[in-house]
Nanobody, 119 residues
Framework: QVQLVESGGGLVQAGGSLRLSCAAS????????MGWFRQAPGKEREFVAA????????YYRDSVKGRFTISRDNPKNTVYLQMHSLKPEDTAVYYC????????????WGQGTQVTVSS
């Protein structure tokens, strides 16, 4: 089992920055990949970014490339999403997820943190 708790969301003006954190507990954090997803009102949840267990490989959806950075601190059991140049269309509930169940998919999810970008 893996427990995930996000923090760092809030209200920010367009062009601003936020850093989301996701603290993990349970299975050995350094053994699995992590991802960030988001869901805006009335829309389906979408992939934002992912990072391999070692941190050597990262992946982003096109709309956030160059603005968002995913990173992880394995000794602290934490994954981060640094967001710059935020846009109103980035407004959503952001979820972290762990690919830790051996299925190849994201098996564990946090409760989400709200990010609101005002224009």
């Amino acid at each position: 089992q893996v427990q995930l708790v996000e923090s760092g969301g809030g209200l920010v003006q367009a062009g601003g920055s936020l850093r989301l954190s996701c603290a993990a507990s349970g299975r050995t954090f350094s053994s699995y990949a992590m991802g960030w997803f988001r869901q805006a009102p009335g829309k389906e949840r979408e992939f934002v970014a992912a990072i391999s267990w070692s941190g050597d490989n990262t992946y982003y959806r096109d709309s956030v490339k160059g603005r968002f950075t995913i990173s992880r601190d394995n000794p602290k059991n934490t994954v981060y999403l640094q967001m710059h140049s935020l846009k109103p269309e980035d407004t959503a509930v952001y979820y972290c997820a762990a690919n830790a169940g051996g299925t190849g998919s994201y098996d564990y999810w946090g409760q989400g943190t709200q990010v609101t970008v005002s224009s």
